[in-house]
């Protein structure tokens, strides 16, 4: 495995992917898989740090799994599994617990967002989750992690933990970089072009999701917020319009100075149904993967099986290290 740099990265089963996942994140994945030993993971274990019902949860893992091979994701070349299968990952991530101080997962933005949001269930589990992601990355002795510009505090964090855990015991684990994309690594929100797509927004029109019809992702696009300008281009104080550019850029190809040209002497309202219509013919081979895949359960299941058994291997190799530098009698 070690022939080639080895990436780690990974996205949470709640709902189905946002056009914000997969240009900052999955996209690139699907690349990688050309030039790394890649380990992509369902996050499911990081789910439940916000409630969720058991149900849904189950059901939208399987999505998760479906839509990440749908996207372009190879089991047979790349580890594809879920988080949960694989039980060293609860247990790496007691042990970091123990090099983490309370006052660094205390900085951490999401936290404090997440928090916010859900006032009556500020569970340990929220406070800790920079700690299992830490150790998700950690015991594949990850190089690179792709990643959305979102997650780049606790991929920092990961280095910390990482770095003051080999200084303790001795070499361990391989300090991971962050691999974060230069266009798309923050796609904005349609409807508030100042802050992050997301799936957990309660304005539907603000959010993309991957696997929404043609015609809903063209109407989602034409209500998007611009400004008062008219022309279309990239420039500082068109949040708006800078995003759509980006959003076309990614699922085109084409330069923002192309795009520019293409949009020479047009208006927003034409601008706007080209990146709807862009955005769904892009998608439309994921959707039509997906809704085979998810006929196929049996594949599916033989699929994510595999993953865990091979994950499984890597990662007991390093917990096993890691618990005897700790000094954990061996059975
Ligand atoms: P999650 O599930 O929130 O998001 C998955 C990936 O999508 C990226 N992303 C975005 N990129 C650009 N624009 C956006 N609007 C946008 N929204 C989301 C995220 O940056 C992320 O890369 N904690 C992680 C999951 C995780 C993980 C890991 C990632 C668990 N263990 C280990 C890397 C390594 C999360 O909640 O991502």
Avoid at 292 to 306: A, E, G, I, Q, V
Wanted: net charge neutral; charged share 25%.
């Amino acid at each position: 495995m070690k022939d080639k740099k080895i990436i780690l990265s990974g996205i949470q089963p709640t709902g189905t992917f946002t056009l914000g996942n997969y240009i900052g994140a999955v996209s690139n994945w699907k690349k990688l898989q050309e030039d790394y030993n890649c380990i992509y993971m369902i996050a499911n274990m990081h789910a439940i740090t916000v409630r969720q019902d058991p149900t849904a949860l189950r059901h939208n893992t399987l999505k998760a799994y479906a839509l990440l091979l749908a996207c372009g994701i190879d089991p047979e070349r790349s580890i594809a599994f879920i988080q949960s299968h694989n039980r060293c990952h609860a247990e790496l991530n007691w042990v970091l617990a123990c090099s983490t101080q309370f006052g660094e997962l205390s900085r951490m933005t999401q936290f404090k967002a997440k928090s916010e949001k859900h006032p009556d269930d500020i569970n340990a589990g929220l406070f800790t989750y920079p700690v299992l992601m830490a150790g998700d990355i950690l015991l594949y002795q990850s190089d690179l992690v792709p990643v959305g510009i979102d997650q780049k505090q606790h991929l920092e964090l990961a280095r910390d933990i990482a770095q003051r855990f080999n200084q303790k015991y001795g070499e361990t684990f391989t300090i991971p970089d962050a691999y974060i994309g230069e266009v798309g690594a923050k796609i904005m929100s349609l409807q508030d072009p100042t802050s992050k797509m997301s799936k957990s927004d309660e304005n539907p029109n603000s959010c993309i999701f991957i696997l929404e019809d043609k015609d809903t992702i063209i109407r989602k696009f034409k209500r998007a917020i611009t400004d008062s300008d008219t022309c279309v281009r990239f420039a500082e104080g068109k949040d708006g319009i800078n995003n759509l550019i980006t959003i076309y850029s990614c699922v085109t190809g084409k330069s923002f100075d192309e795009i520019e040209r293409e949009f020479d002497g047009k208006g927003y309202g034409d601008f706007k149904i080209a990146v709807g219509e862009a955005v769904s013919d892009h998608l439309a081979p994921v959707r039509n993967e997906f809704d085979r895949l998810m006929t196929d359960k049996d594949y599916l299941k033989d699929c994510y099986t595999k993953g865990a058994e091979k994950a499984e291997r890597i990662a007991y190799r390093t917990v096993s290290k890691a618990y005897k530098k700790v000094g954990f009698l061996q059975l």
